[in-house]
């Protein structure tokens, strides 16, 4: 995989300092402008506060990028009819000079081919609601399987049949630990009633479950952090909302990549905002706690 490196991302190579990856669909796709700028500049301060170095992974003009400039991040936050980038997409967008925010598959794809293996991200994709009628399953999953990078998030996304996602991580082999928590977080919520087998009370002890990971020459694994009880949304409420979305999506005949944005547009405007507030925080919290986790690790 052919990848360039921005100046910062690249001088952290040489030095061996901490790397950790970030996703671009947030910025392209999953938040309104200016927000979404907002939240990418938090996410890589908040990296940077902690020892490490961002690596934003995105695709412009068909070329496979490892960490942006101001120019290139902006151009994501504010561009129209950009491209929602799989792991599947990417040869597309490489062929025809595209450009595009890339979700959890291609980004740990991404990270896994520079020698990333820390990624932050918010909520993972996995298995829609209404499955029986519509297969329709996140590319996230299997490539967390298939790639040895550790993925940090606040769970699954709220929108998603969440049992149904944990069977399957089961069934791809792939450990979901909690930090701090024994039950998996529901995105905007910090419970779910699911619980977890496994956890860890910090980053150096996730560290040595990642060492481990390694040294088994086995795939990925997720870390699930519990969104700021401060802006966290109350599991009821979320619910209620959450079910008019669906029903609105139904309605509207709603499928495929379009459904979780629609569905996360949705629940800022049922919920005046706060699910938006609640998105921010947890990205940020998400994204020091996989610098964190970086810094433990180190290049060992």
């Known amino acids: 995989m052919k990848l360039i490196y921005s100046p910062e991302v690249a001088a952290a190579r040489r030095t061996l300092k901490p790397l950790v990856a970030l996703e671009t669909s947030v910025l392209a796709q ?6 979404n700028l907002e939240c990418a500049r938090r996410c ?6 902690e020892g490490a170095v961002p690596a934003a ?3 412009i003009d068909g070329q496979l990028l490892v960490g942006l400039d101001e120019a290139q991040t902006k151009r994501l936050a504010t561009g129209k009819k950009l491209m929602k980038l799989g792991s599947r997409d990417l040869c597309v967008a490489v062929a025809r000079r595209a450009t595009g925010g890339t979700t959890v598959s291609a980004a740990v794809e ?8 820390v990624f932050a991200t918010g909520g993972l994709g996995g298995v829609h609601r209404g499955v029986n009628e519509h297969l ?3 590319q996230d999953l299997p490539a967390i399987s298939r790639f040895p990078v550790a993925v940090v ?3 699954a996304k709220s929108v998603l049949d969440l049992p149904r996602t944990m069977e399957l991580l089961e069934t791809l082999a792939v450990p979901v630990i909690g930090v701090g928590t024994d039950e998996l977080p529901g995105f905007y919520t910090r419970e779910t009633g699911l619980s977890l087998e496994h ?10 479950v990642v060492r481990a990971r390694r040294e088994l020459k ?10 700021p009880a401060k802006s966290a949304l109350k599991r009821a409420d979320l619910e209620k909302h959450l079910e008019a979305a669906l029903a609105l999506a139904t309605k509207k005949k709603i499928e495929g990549k379009a459904v979780t944005p629609f569905l996360l547009a949705q629940l800022v405007e049922r919920t005046r905002g706060r699910s938006l507030k609640a998105n921010l925080a947890l990205l940020e919290h998400n994204a020091r706690f996989a610098a964190k986790l970086s810094v433990s690790l180190g290049w060992k």
């Open 136 to 138: 329709d399953i996140s």
């Open 44 to 49: 890589e301060q908040a990296i940077r506060d």
């Open 153 to 155: 998030c606040a769970g």
């Open 218 to 227: 086995q795939g990925g694994l997720v870390f699930a952090l519990p969104p």
């Open 57 to 59: 992974m995105a695709v």
């Open 30 to 35: 999953g938040l309104p402008y200016p927000q």
């Open 199 to 208: 956890q860890v009370d910090d980053a150096q002890e996730a560290a040595a």
């Open 110 to 117: 991404m990270a896994a081919s520079a020698g990333i293996g």
